[in-house]
C-alpha cells in the first residue's frame, strides 16, 4: 500500500528529520526516536544508515517500496547521475507539485486533492497523483477545490516557500513549471548517494 496513514510525527521521529511532504508538524525537543529507549544513543550500522535515507524519500514522496524501486531503475538507466535523477523524477510527480505550489499543506494533502479531481493540468482533469511534469504544464485548481478550507488555509500561508522552478499566478490559482527541479531543491536533509548506494546491491 502506497499511502501510508499511521502516525507521522513518530516516523519523522525514527528517521531524526522533519519531513514536510508527510506533516507540517514540527520536531520540536522530541528530536530523538520514539519508544521507552529513544533517548539512549545508539550507534546505526552500515545499512541502517542508507535504510534511513531511503526512507525519508519514500515517506515524504508517498511512495510504495515498488514504486521508488521503480523509479530508480529509471534514473540508473539516464544520463544524468543516478541520484540527481531520481531527485528529479521525485520532484516532478504530480501530486508533489501540487504541494509545492502551495495548494495544499503537505503532499499527502495534495494528492487527495489530485484524487478528488480538483486539479487541472494543463486545462484538464487529472486525477493520477504519479503523471510526471513538464517544463511548461500548467496547473490549476477547479472553482470547488479553491474554496476547500484547507487549501484556502494555504494560499494564504504556504508551508513551503515556492521553489524558484515553478512560477506562481495568485489570481489564476495557477503554477507553471519553467525548469526542471535540482537535487539541491529538496526541502529536506538527505544524502542521496546512502539511496544510491542502498538499492545498487538489491536491483
Known amino acids: 500500500m502506497s499511502r501510508y496513514t499511521?502516525?507521522?510525527?513518530?516516523?519523522?521521529?525514527?528517521?531524526?528529520?522533519?519531513?514536510?511532504?508527510?506533516?507540517?508538524?514540527?520536531?520540536?525537543?522530541?528530536?530523538?526516536?520514539?519508544?521507552?529507549?529513544?533517548?539512549?544513543?545508539?550507534?546505526k550500522s552500515d545499512y541502517g544508515i542508507k535504510l534511513i535515507e531511503k526512507q525519508k524519500l519514500r515517506f515524504n514522496y508517498g511512495l510504495s517500496e515498488r514504486q521508488i524501486q521503480r523509479l530508480f531503475r529509471e534514473a540508473k538507466n539516464a544520463k544524468a547521475p543516478t541520484g540527481e535523477k531520481l531527485l528529479e523524477l521525485l520532484e516532478r510527480r504530480l501530486d508533489n507539485f501540487v504541494f509545492r505550489a502551495g495548494f495544499a499543506p503537505t503532499a499527502v494533502a495534495a494528492r487527495q486533492l489530485v484524487r478528488h479531481r480538483h486539479v487541472l493540468l494543463n486545462g484538464k482533469?487529472?486525477?493520477?497523483?504519479?503523471?510526471?511534469?513538464?517544463?511548461?504544464?500548467?496547473?490549476?485548481?477547479?472553482?470547488?477545490?479553491?474554496?476547500?478550507?484547507?487549501?484556502?488555509?494555504?494560499?494564504?500561508?504556504?508551508?513551503?516557500?515556492?521553489?524558484?522552478?515553478?512560477?506562481?499566478?495568485?489570481?489564476?490559482?495557477?503554477?507553471?513549471?519553467?525548469?526542471?527541479?535540482?537535487?539541491?531543491?529538496?526541502?529536506?536533509?538527505?544524502?542521496?548517494?546512502?539511496?544510491v548506494e542502498y538499492y545498487a546491491v538489491r536491483l
Open 125 to 195: 482533469p487529472a486525477d493520477i497523483p504519479s503523471i510526471r511534469i513538464r517544463v511548461g504544464d500548467r496547473i490549476t485548481l477547479t472553482e470547488k477545490g479553491r474554496r476547500i478550507p484547507a487549501t484556502v488555509e494555504c494560499l494564504a500561508e504556504p508551508s513551503l516557500t515556492r521553489p524558484e522552478w515553478l512560477s506562481f499566478d495568485d489570481k489564476q490559482f495557477s503554477a507553471t513549471a519553467t525548469r526542471l527541479p535540482e537535487a539541491s531543491e529538496v526541502p529536506f536533509p538527505v544524502e542521496i548517494q546512502h539511496v
Open 6 to 43: 499511521g502516525p507521522r510525527l513518530k516516523v519523522m521521529r525514527a528517521l531524526g528529520t522533519e519531513l514536510p511532504g508527510l506533516s507540517r508538524r514540527s520536531l520540536g525537543e522530541r528530536d530523538y526516536p520514539p519508544g521507552q529507549h529513544g533517548q539512549r544513543p545508539k550507534r
